[in-house]
């Protein structure tokens, strides 16, 4: 190993590598890199299954408006029929639930 702390400095019209690194190391720089790899038109990429159904949910729930309109059709039968109960203790705990959430 050498000590580049201690190496001379170059001098003006001698090799211009930096001191203190090994002939290796010098060889290795002087070798080209390898030209990339060509890419050609017949490459190809598979997809796993799980991959393509999470993709499909994924683009379902983008579409979607968020609502379940199922869900809001029998809140608004059970309301109109008079069979929609909300316990007291249910609305305090959502109630206090959703004020925890407001605050900073």
């Known amino acids: 190993m050498s000590n580049i702390a ?10 211009p590598t930096p001191a203190g690194l090994t002939a290796a190391a010098k060889a290795a720089a002087a070798i080209p890199s390898p030209p990339a790899p060509a890419i050609s038109g ?46 007291a203790d249910d609305l305090a705990q959502a109630m206090l639930g959703a004020m925890k959430e407001s605050m900073p």
């Open 6 to 15: 201690n190496a001379a400095p170059p001098q003006l019209g001698t090799d």
């Open 42 to 87: 017949t490459e190809q990429v598979s997809v796993s299954a799980n991959a393509v159904t999470a993709s499909g949910l994924l683009q379902s729930a983008r579409d979607s408006d968020g609502i379940d309109e199922l869900a809001v059709v029998q809140l608004k039968n059970a309301i109109q029929n008079g069979s929609y109960d909300v316990s």
